[in-house]
């Protein structure tokens, strides 16, 4: 059995706010085929995040869809870097922020089974040593780094 996994020990919430760009993930069911993949969040009055997906099927000249809407809530209050998403009102899967740069450029997301992990970014792309950074944090934390998959970003315009 593989230890719990480690938080960052700080999240400031409205810096982490916004779009990020999925630069790679451990492919699974709902973004399967998806380009140009964007999470979203934002506060909510009551404290809680909206969060939302929104991706390209298949082509990057396919529209952008909304693929999935689900609401945030920060488990542990005093780092704010771990959470539990909840899908439908029924659906609650953890998230865990395992890396996050100090300027907020990128960040590093799992979960504890370690079959689920997202690095995102501000920007559409990362540069080769962030990302090797980036799947070096996510060896230490017990994941397997060659799971993740680069997902396909269209050029910035």
């Known amino acids: 059995m593989k230890p719990p996994l480690q938080p960052v020990a700080h999240v400031d919430l409205p810096r982490y706010m916004g779009d990020w760009y999925v630069i790679a993930n451990i492919p699974y069911f709902a973004e399967k085929g998806c380009v140009d993949s964007i999470e979203s969040y934002a506060a909510r009055p009551d404290g809680d995040i909206d969060n939302w997906f929104t991706c390209r099927k298949e082509s990057f000249d396919a529209p952008m ?13 005093i780092s704010n870097a771990v959470w539990h998403v909840r899908f439908f009102k029924v659906i609650s899967v953890k998230y865990v922020i395992l890396s996050l740069d100090p300027n907020y450029q990128w960040v590093v997301v799992g979960h504890p089974s370690r079959n689920y992990g997202w690095i995102m970014a501000r920007s559409k ?18 994941y397997d780094p060659s799971r993740f998959v680069k997902v396909p970003q269209s050029p910035a315009k």
């Open 125 to 142: 792309t990362l540069d080769a040593v962030t990302y090797q950074r980036a799947l070096d944090d996510l060896a230490k934390q017990g």
């Open 65 to 77: 869809k909304r693929k999935a809407t689900a609401i945030a809530v920060v488990d542990d209050k």
